[in-house]
């Protein structure tokens, strides 16, 4: 019973909603010239002679504000489309919105949403910040064992197992933190892009818009600078392109986001400058854990 017909535009929608006690037939059909269009047909009724009858459709235009659109009509929210991983966007979405009140400021919400998804992932980034350290460490003897084995890649890579294996490292261990953290960070990207909140919503200074692009560019340089930045504190890969790609992927990412929304790229940039807060302390204690142990 019920139902709606909607058309959904980035932030706004236009919805018809009739009779939700009634059971209507709805169809849509793309014409001659690729326009779509829409239409429901609605129960019969007979109107007696002499008598009237009145049948009302609500229509709807406006932004996509959930809450809003869940009291039209059942599921009427679901318009925002947050991809595959909506089930991960919706508590994301939730807790931004209920950050927000307390700080009053958009901007700010982002900052405490990301320094509370860090919080959450702490321990797997350690993980992966732990084996980074440690590939780090055995780069001298991963070094030597190329010079003595030349082009053998077989007796190379016997050799790096054999070594991984006697200093306790996982090459995979710096892998696997981040494939699980991945699926929340597409949630958080589809979340703020689709989000109405952020439209008009100011930061500070120059921000006077989360939802468009930085109109001086400032945070996508910080963010390219703080991927640099990252980059450095990363033990550099063993093939000289994978080394030079690395080197380049900030300037590309810094590109990349020039024409972003600034909500997006100060998640980002916030992002960024935890991971290499978090990098640095944790790479700090592991290399005096094995000083006190050398002493």
Request: a positive charge.
């Amino acid at each position: 019973d019920g139902g709606w017909m909607a058309f959904s535009q980035h932030y706004f929608l236009s919805a018809w909603i009739p009779d939700q006690s009634q059971q209507h037939n709805y169809s849509t059909r793309k014409n001659s010239i690729n326009q779509y269009i829409g239409g429901f047909v609605s129960p019969a009724f007979s109107v007696p002679s002499g008598t009237t009858s009145t049948q009302s459709v609500r229509f709807y235009a406006g932004p996509t504000d959930q809450n809003s659109l869940a009291e039209l009509a059942p599921n009427l929210n679901l318009t925002i489309d947050y991809g595959i991983l909506w089930f991960l966007a919706s508590p994301i979405y939730w807790l931004l919105t209920h950050i927000e009140p307390f700080v009053g400021n958009f901007g700010v919400s982002i900052i405490l949403l990301t320094v509370l998804i860090k919080a959450v992932f702490y321990k797997l980034t350690e993980t992966q910040y732990k084996s980074m350290a440690g590939m780090r460490r055995v780069m001298p003897k991963m070094q030597q064992l190329k010079e003595s084995y030349g082009d053998d890649k077989v007796k190379l890579q016997k050799a790096t197992m054999e070594l991984y294996k006697k200093e306790k490292i996982n090459p995979f261990n710096g892998c696997l933190p981040m494939l699980v953290q991945m699926p929340v960070f597409i949630a958080l990207y589809w979340m703020l892009m689709r989000s109405v909140e952020l439209r008009h919503a100011p930061f500070v200074l120059w921000i006077e818009d989360l939802s468009v692009m930085d109109p001086y560019f400032i945070l996508p340089l910080l963010m390219c600078g703080s991927m640099y930045l990252q980059t450095t504190l990363s033990p550099p890969p063993g093939d000289p392109m994978q080394a030079k790609v690395m080197k380049m992927m900030p300037i590309i990412m810094g590109i990349f986001f020039l024409w972003f929304p600034a909500g997006l790229v100060l998640y980002w940039l916030v992002n960024s400058l935890l991971g290499i807060a978090q990098q640095w302390y944790i790479t700090r204690k592991i290399e005096a854990t094995y000083a006190a142990k050398g002493s």
